[in-house]
């Protein structure tokens, strides 16, 4: 054990000796601090801001990049379709193949072929054929039309619609849904758009 300071110069010697090692201990202390690269040191403080900001610059311009890999269209469903061969059709049917997925009935009569738009022009809910009756009718309200797609019964205002019919290169029968046959009201469809009939 130390030897308690008595006289005045052992205790100036013993508080000269403290005072040195307590400066010897901040002084460490601080080298230490600095070793561990103080976290909110000023410089690291703007070299992490200076770091993120340039990491979140490149993730904007890498999301923008891959957003760029995904073009924004409109993917519509083709215009056209095939609607099978002519010889398919027996003469006087009424096909309501394509009626659910295009929406379009093939119509075979002695002069030709027509495609009837499946959409009933009171309010535009698609119609059934009734073979029994000879008939397109609306479930929706009632409306009646003729095989030719005439409106008689019903609040419907006018005759369906027809789409542009052709014979495709491989002698399929094609439907053009882009090109629409417009009929007006108290007209057979025949009569005022007898281009819409494909004869073959
Ligand atoms: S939508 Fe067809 S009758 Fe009203």
Redesign the pocket.
């Known amino acids: 054990m130390a030897k308690k300071p008595t006289s005045p110069e052992e205790i100036q010697a013993y508080e000269e000796r403290r005072r040195v090692e307590q400066r010897a201990e901040r002084e460490k202390r601080l080298r230490e601090r600095a070793q561990r690269g103080g976290l909110w040191s000023r410089r690291d403080f703007f070299g992490r801001l200076s770091w993120g900001g340039f990491g979140l610059i490149s993730l904007v311009s890498l999301l923008a990049f891959v957003r760029s890999a995904f073009p924004r269209v409109l993917f519509v469903p083709p215009s056209t379709f095939k609607a099978g061969f002519p010889g398919d059709y027996p003469v006087g049917e009424v096909s309501e193949k394509y009626r659910s997925d295009q929406r379009t009935w093939i119509v075979r009569e002695p002069q030709g072929f027509y495609a009837i738009f499946a959409n009933?022009t009171?309010?535009?809910?698609t119609?059934r054929w009734s073979s029994s009756e000879n008939k397109y009718k609306?479930p929706?309200?009632?409306?009646g039309y003729y095989r030719t797609g005439y409106n008689f019964e019903?609040?419907?205002p006018r005759p369906m619609d027809r789409f542009k019919l052709s014979l495709a290169d491989d002698g399929q029968l094609l439907v053009d849904k882009s090109t629409v046959f417009k009929m007006q009201p108290g007209v057979d469809p025949n009569k005022q758009h007898p281009e819409s009939i494909l004869r073959i």
């Open positions: 009933c009171h309010l535009g809910c119609p609306c929706c309200h009632g409306s019903g609040p419907a």
